[in-house]
């Protein structure tokens, strides 16, 4: 399966512990966003990078969470300190940068499920 | 801060009967994105639409991008089981990578 890849796909944490998810992309793909969705609403855009670089990370994202891609392919989200509100489908996308032209379709991986107790 | 509004929350049809949903940006935007979401399931692409007043067709399935730029719409002919699942629009401004995305529609087929 060459698609975006996650893992784990559920995870059950108790409030105040740490946790961290995996994304692999499409290899060919340099851009990579994280989401986070809750039931019956939209995609909420967490971070997005191009390459290693971090280039954009909501505003709406406390401290607790951190996102790496240290070599520009698969990457990390961590959330320290969860609490019951963290709970949500954690999506990541990936998609081809073009020097120019529209903004590129992105393939969204199974997601991780979290849930806090 | 930018918002895009999507309607119906939900819309019941029977087999065979026609789907609309609608999204409206508080802002121009740069492009509007379309994805099917199964349930259970993740996004899936659909469409993009980037030109004003811009039109697009896949099979059953019709995609509008306003004069404005600031509103959308999907429609499906004659839907069909298959059609099941919810559907997103996901702005773009010029100024910044992020996808801005509407809560979504689901299409329910009645039994």
């Known amino acids: 399966d060459t698609g975006v890849s996650q893992d784990p796909r559920h995870k059950i944490t108790k409030r105040g512990q740490n946790v961290t998810f995996r994304c692999d992309p499409i290899?060919?793909?340099?851009?990579l966003y994280w989401y986070r969705q809750t039931l019956g609403q939209g995609p909420e855009f967490l971070t997005y990078f191009q390459n290693e670089a971090q280039l954009e990370k909501s505003r709406l994202l406390s401290d607790r969470f951190s996102a790496e891609r240290p070599k520009g392919s698969f990457s990390t989200l961590e959330i320290q300190r969860t609490e019951q509100g963290d709970s949500a489908m954690y999506l990541c996308?990936?998609?081809?940068?073009?020097?120019?032209?529209?903004?590129?379709?992105?393939?969204f991986g199974p997601g991780t499920r979290l849930t806090v107790l | 801060g930018q918002q895009v509004m999507q309607i119906p929350q939900y819309q019941h049809v029977q087999e065979g009967e026609d789907f609309t949903t609608y999204c409206n940006s508080s802002t121009t935007l740069s492009n509007i994105q379309w994805y099917k979401q199964r349930p259970g399931g993740h996004p899936v692409f659909l469409i993009q639409?980037?030109?004003s007043g811009e039109v697009k067709k896949q099979k059953r399935l019709t995609f509008q991008f306003g004069e404005a730029k600031k509103n959308s719409s999907l429609h499906i002919t004659a839907t069909q089981t298959t059609d099941v699942g919810t559907y997103f629009c996901a702005g773009l401004r010029n100024s910044n990578y992020q996808l801005i995305w509407g809560a979504g529609t689901k299409l329910i087929i009645k039994p």
């Open positions: 290899s060919e793909h340099n851009r």
């Open positions: 996308a990936s998609s081809v940068a073009r020097a120019s032209g529209p903004y590129n379709e992105q393939f």
């Open positions: 639409l980037v030109k």
